[in-house]
């Protein structure tokens, strides 16, 4: 069982900048396919940016070249810098793990969730 907690959401500027949080807990790491994930109401949910095991990143088009998806191991901490902020990035930021083969932007094979941390992005 992996727990997983988010934080680090809120209110930005356009062009701001904010950076999430994602500690997790479980008795092992190695294996896991963990990434950020969000959703506006009415949409489904968009993967944003995930890193597995062997460090080995996939980040959507949508945000490449503005955020940047990283772990640290030693904390038990997923991140998620996001710079250069726009409205349309304003969506609850989930932060997901498996354990399977492979490491992609499609939520189905994912089978743990965080809560989820607002991101509100003002014009």
């Given at each position: ?47 944003v940016a995930v890193v597995d095991h062997d460090d080995t990143t996939t980040v959507a088009d949508s945000v490449k070249g503005r955020f940047a998806i990283s772990k640290d191991t030693a904390k038990n901490t997923l991140y998620l ?43």
């Amino acid at each position: 069982q992996v727990q997983l907690v988010e934080s680090g959401g809120g209110s930005a500027q356009a062009g701001g900048s904010l950076r999430l949080s994602c500690v997790w807990s479980t008795y092992t790491y190695s294996g896991y396919c963990m990434g950020w994930f969000r959703q506006v109401p009415g949409k489904e949910r968009e993967g944003v940016a995930v890193v597995d095991h062997d460090d080995t990143t996939t980040v959507a088009d949508s945000v490449k070249g503005r955020f940047a998806i990283s772990k640290d191991t030693a904390k038990n901490t997923l991140y998620l810098q996001m710079n250069s902020l726009k409205p349309e990035d304003t969506a609850m930021y989930y932060c997901a793990a498996h354990s399977h083969w492979g490491c992609d932007l499609g939520d189905a094979a994912y089978d743990y969730w965080g809560q989820g941390t607002q991101v509100t992005v003002s014009s």
